[in-house]
């Protein structure tokens, strides 16, 4: 269940960018959507989407307590790379700012979960996939109320040749009052996709937005096992 979490949502335009390394910055705060990997205690670093690796030397989210695999929105300035072979990171870094983003895995859909999971209409303004996650921005009506994103594999309609897989972002809002935009960012976990050998998965994402018409998105899951 969700609220509009994201402090930095207004710099989503710069996460696609800031994920490649050639705009990796040593004079300039960076935004960019990363995966902790926890190494002991509050101890962690920070892998983005092109698998650079970030170890945070000076944090000033101190506040912070890692969880592994957690999806964060960071802010972060580099300060110096590494030049050790085989070493575990790329860039040191100094940790500006950190929030959480909500991440989930799949859900299969069942007539049991049809009704819980809602079909309220949400607004996708971006889809794309990240490391082993879907990632996806959203706006929808609501007022301060929790409401329900989740992200469903549809088990009909998904006989084709070549096994794409059918995925719909669900909405529940709860009957809440459309009084105000709220706006968000959540991952799906969706190494649950994969196959034993390493084929690349076909997706086919779906969501109903506010104007009643369904957008759809085809992605490309590419991975190594």
Not at 112 to 137: E, F, K, L, M, Q
Request: aromatic content about 10%.
């Amino acid at each position: 269940m969700m609220k509009s979490f994201v402090l930095f949502f207004v710099l989503l335009g710069l996460l696609v960018s800031c994920n490649q390394e050639d705009g990796l910055s040593y004079n300039h705060m960076i935004v960019s959507l990363a995966t902790v990997e926890q190494v002991s205690g509050n101890t962690f670093l920070l892998r983005l989407d092109n698998d650079t690796v970030l170890d945070p030397l000076v944090n000033d989210a101190s506040s912070f307590v890692p969880v592994n695999a957690q999806r964060v929105m960071i802010n972060y300035t580099i300060l110096s790379k590494n030049i050790v072979p085989n070493s575990p990171y790329n860039y040191k870094i100094r940790l500006n700012d950190l929030t959480n983003v909500l991440t989930k895995t799949i859900t299969p859909f069942s007539t049991a979960t049809n009704n819980s999971i809602g079909n309220d209409p949400i607004d996708v303004t971006g889809c794309w996939i990240g490391s082993h996650y879907v990632n996806v921005t959203f706006t929808y009506y609501g007022s301060s109320e929790n409401h329900l994103i989740s992200l469903v594999k549809l088990t009909s309609g998904g006989a084709t040749a070549d096994s794409t897989v059918y995925l719909e972002l669900r909405h529940n809002a709860y009957r809440d009052f459309s009084t105000n935009v709220n706006q968000g960012v959540i991952s799906f976990d969706i190494r649950s996709l994969q196959k034993s050998n390493s084929a690349p998965v076909k997706i086919m994402l779906t969501a109903k937005g506010t104007n009643g018409v369904v957008k759809v998105y085809s992605l490309i899951y590419k991975y190594m096992v």
